[in-house]
C-alpha cells in the first residue's frame, strides 16, 4: 500500500509553471524585512552558542577530513596504482560540469559496532551533467574492495529514494566485490536489505527516471545486476568485470583457468552477452560516454538566469552564535531566518497568534518557500497556525522548509487543569502531523537545534518523509533531552539507581549527538550553518527540475533486451 501511494504521488503532474514561480519569487521583493541585529542583552547566549558551534566544526572538519581518505593510503595505492583506477571523486569530477554538487551523508558509516566504514563504502550525491541535476550512487573501492556493509545499503536505498522522490536521472559507478561476506546476514534476507535496490531500479524504470551505469571495476554478484538492469550502460575494457562468481570460484567448481578478462570483461558483455551498450576503452571514455547519454534524456536544463537574488542583509557566519547549544540557549528563530532568506525579506502569517511557530514565506535564491520554524514549544496555537499554513503552502504547491528545534515531551501533568491543556496540545499537535503528511508538495527540514520527541513529528521528522534532512552539528537527536532530564537523574545520588542513571545519561548524551545520527545515516548530512543558504538553495533547484522533464509520463520499465 505505501508505495501504491508513493508511487502515485510521484506521478502526479507538477502543478504550477516555471514562469509561475518566478513572478512569484519576484514578489518576493517587496516582504517586509526582519530585524536581526543581535542586542547586548543576547551576547552571553550568543557566545555560548558560538564556543559551542567552534567545537561542533572542528569535530566535523576532522570527521569530514576522515572520510575524504576512503579505505586508507594503501588501499589507494593498490586502487590507483595496481588496479590503475580513477579515486570515486577523480571519476565524479570527470562526469559533472562543475564543482557544485550536494554531497549526500558523507560521515555515513563510522563507528559502527562493525567498524568503520568510511562515507559507507559509497558516495551518493545530487550533481549537474548537461545542465540536468543527477543523483549519482558511485562505489569507493578502496573501502573493502567496494562491497556492500549493511550501511552501504542503507545508503545506496536513501539515495533511490531521493532520486525517486525528486525524479532525478540516477548515474550508477559500479566497482564492487558484492556483499561483504562476513555481515551477509544484515545484507540479504530482509526487505530493506539488499534486494531492494534492484526492486528499487526496476520500480523507478517504471516511473521512467532514467538510470545510467558505468562499469568500472568488479560487479561480482549481487552487483552484477545494477549494469543489467539500468536503461543504458558502459563498461570500461581491463578495469570493468561483471560476473556472479569470479574466476577462482569457477576453478573450483570445474577445475577450468580462466581470466576474468575472458569470463565477464568489457569485450564480452558489449559484443556477446548483451549485458552492457558501450564499450569504452578507457574510464574518461566511459564519462563522456555518460554524459553524452545523459543529454539525450530530453529535458529542458533549468535556466540558468535565474541566479540574481538578493543576499541576506546580515552575515551569515553570524548562524554559529544562533545555533542554540541547548535548549535554554535559544534565541529568536528570526534571527536564524533574517541570515537565511534573501534579502531578509519575509512575509509572516498570523504574526500575532501561537507565536512560538514562525510561519511566513520568503525566497532562497528566487525559490520561494513557505517557512515553519520553531520557536519554542509547540502550544495548542502554534501546532493549529502550522497545520493551517502547511495546507495552503499545499494548496499553492509552494515547497515547505522546515527549521526544527524541539523540545522533549513535558513530564506528566501535575493537575487537571494542566491536563486538559496537554490533551488540547496533543489534538492540536496530531492536526498539524496530518497536514505535514498528507502535504504533496516537497519538504525539506533542517535540525536547528532540538530533534526530540512528538514535536519532531510534527515538524518534519525523518519518518514523514521529507525530501532533504539535514542536522547542524550542534544539533541533538532523541526521544529524550539528555540536558533537560529530571535533577536527580542529572546529578545522580551515589546510590546504585543514581549510578544507572548517570550512565543512562551519559549514553543518551552521545547517542544525541548529530555525528552519531548521520553516521547511521538518520539523516542526509551535517551542513555546517554558514553553508545552509547554498544547500537549501540547491535542493530547492532540485526539486524544481521536475517542472523541465519533457518525455511523456507513463508506467511501465524497460527490459534489457
Ligand atoms: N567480503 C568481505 N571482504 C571482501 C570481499 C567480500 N566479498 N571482497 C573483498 N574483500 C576484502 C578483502 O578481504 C580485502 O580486505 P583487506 O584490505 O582487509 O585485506 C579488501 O576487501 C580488498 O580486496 P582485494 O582482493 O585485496 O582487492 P582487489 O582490488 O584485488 O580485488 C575484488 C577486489 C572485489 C575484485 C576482490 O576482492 C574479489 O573478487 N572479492 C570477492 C568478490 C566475491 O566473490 N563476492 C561475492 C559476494 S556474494
Not at 550536494?102 to 549537474?128: I, K, W
Not at 562491497?147 to 545508503?155: D, E, G, L, N, R
Not at 545515516?521 to 550553518?529: A, R, T
Request: glycine residues 8%.
Amino acid at each position: 500500500m505505501a508505495a501504491l501511494r508513493l508511487h502515485r504521488h510521484l506521478l502526479q503532474l507538477p502543478k504550477c509553471s516555471p514562469q509561475c514561480c518566478r513572478l512569484s519569487s519576484r514578489a518576493a521583493q517587496a516582504f517586509p524585512v526582519l530585524r536581526g541585529d543581535i542586542l547586548p542583552i543576547h551576547k552571553h547566549v550568543y557566545e555560548a552558542n558560538s564556543r559551542n558551534s567552534h567545537r561542533c566544526r572542528d569535530r566535523y572538519l576532522e570527521l569530514s577530513g576522515k572520510v575524504k581518505l576512503g579505505g586508507g593510503e594503501n588501499a589507494i595505492l593498490r586502487h590507483t596504482q595496481r588496479n590503475k583506477k580513477l579515486l570515486v571523486r577523480e571519476r565524479l569530477k570527470l562526469l559533472l560540469d562543475d564543482e557544485n554538487f550536494l554531497e549526500l551523508s558523507p560521515l555515513g558509516g563510522l563507528g559502527l559496532p562493525y567498524g568503520d566504514v568510511p562515507s559507507a563504502g559509497c558516495l551518493t550525491g545530487v550533481g549537474r551533467v548537461c545542465g540536468i541535476w543527477c543523483m549519482f550512487i558511485a562505489n569507493d573501492a578502496t573501502v573493502k574492495g567496494g562491497t556492500a556493509f549493511p550501511i552501504s545499503v542503507k545508503k545506496q536505498l536513501r539515495a533511490q529514494e531521493i532520486a525517486m522522490q525528486n525524479r532525478l536521472p540516477t548515474v550508477y559507478l559500479v566497482d564492487s566485490g558484492g556483499a561483504f561476506l562476513p555481515l551477509q546476514a544484515q545484507l540479504f534476507p530482509d526487505k530493506e536489505h539488499g534486494g531492494r535496490t534492484f526492486y528499487n531500479e526496476a520500480i523507478m524504470s517504471a516511473l521512467r527516471i532514467p538510470q545510467v551505469a558505468v562499469v568500472c571495476g568488479s560487479c561480482t554478484a549481487g552487483g552484477a545486476y545494477i549494469p543489467t538492469m539500468a536503461e543504458e550502460t558502459i563498461m570500461v575494457d581491463r578495469i570493468g568485470t561483471i560476473f556472479l562468481a569470479g574466476p577462482p570460484l569457477v576453478k573450483a567448481a570445474t577445475g577450468e583457468d580462466v581470466s576474468a578478462e575472458e569470463l565477464g570483461g568489457a569485450k564480452l558483455h558489449s559484443r556477446v552477452s548483451g549485458c552492457v551498450d558501450h564499450f569504452a576503452a578507457t574510464e574518461p571514455e566511459a564519462y563522456s560516454c555518460a554524459r553524452l547519454i545523459i543529454s539525450t534524456l530530453n529535458f529542458d536544463p533549468p535556466p540558468d538566469g535565474a541566479n540574481v537574488f538578493e543576499d541576506p542583509l546580515y552575515d551569515t557566519r553570524e548562524l554559529a552564535g544562533l545555533a542554540p547549544r541547548d535548549y535554554s540557549c535559544t534565541l529568536d528563530i528570526k534571527l536564524i531566518l533574517s541570515r537565511l532568506v534573501d534579502g531578509s525579506k519575509f512575509l509572516e502569517f498570523k504574526t500575532e497568534y501561537g507565536t512560538t511557530l514562525v510561519t511566513g514565506f520568503a525566497s532562497i535564491e528566487r525559490n520561494l518557500v513557505g517557512i515553519v520554524a520553531s520557536n519554542g514549544v509547540l502550544t495548542h496555537d502554534a501546532a493549529l497556525k502550522g497545520s493551517h499554513f502547511v495546507q495552503i503552502c499545499n494548496q499553492r504547491n509552494i515547497p515547505l522548509l522546515f527549521l526544527q528545534n524541539t523540545t522533549s515531551q513535558e513530564p506528566l501533568p501535575p493537575s487537571l487543569s494542566k491536563a486538559e491543556d496537554l490533551t488540547n496540545r496533543l489534538k492540536a499537535q496530531a492536526s498539524m502531523m496530518t497536514s505535514v503528511a498528507c502535504a504533496s508538495v516537497p519538504k525539506i527540514t533542517v535540525v536547528v537545534g532540538g530533534c526530540h520527541g512528538g514535536e519532531s513529528f510534527a515538524m518534519c521528522g525523518r519518518s514523514f518523509e521529507p525530501n532533504f534532512f539535514f542536522l547542524w552539528p550542534n544539533a541533538r537527536i532523541g526521544l529524550v533531552d539528555a540536558d533537560s532530564a529530571p535533577p536527580s537523574i542529572q546529578k545522580g545520588d551515589g546510590s546504585e539507581d543514581g549510578e544507572e542513571f548517570t550512565a543512562l545519561l551519559s549514553r543518551l548524551k552521545e547517542e544525541s549527538s548529530a555525528f552519531y545520527s548521520s553516521a547511521r545515516l538518520w539523516d542526509d548530512g551535517v551542513i555546517l550553518p554558514e553553508d545552509t543558504r547554498q544547500v537549501l538553495s540547491k535542493c530547492l533547484q532540485i526539486i524544481h527540475q521536475r517542472k523541465y522533464e519533457k518525455a511523456a509520463i507513463h508506467s511501465s520499465p524497460l527490459l534489457r533486451m
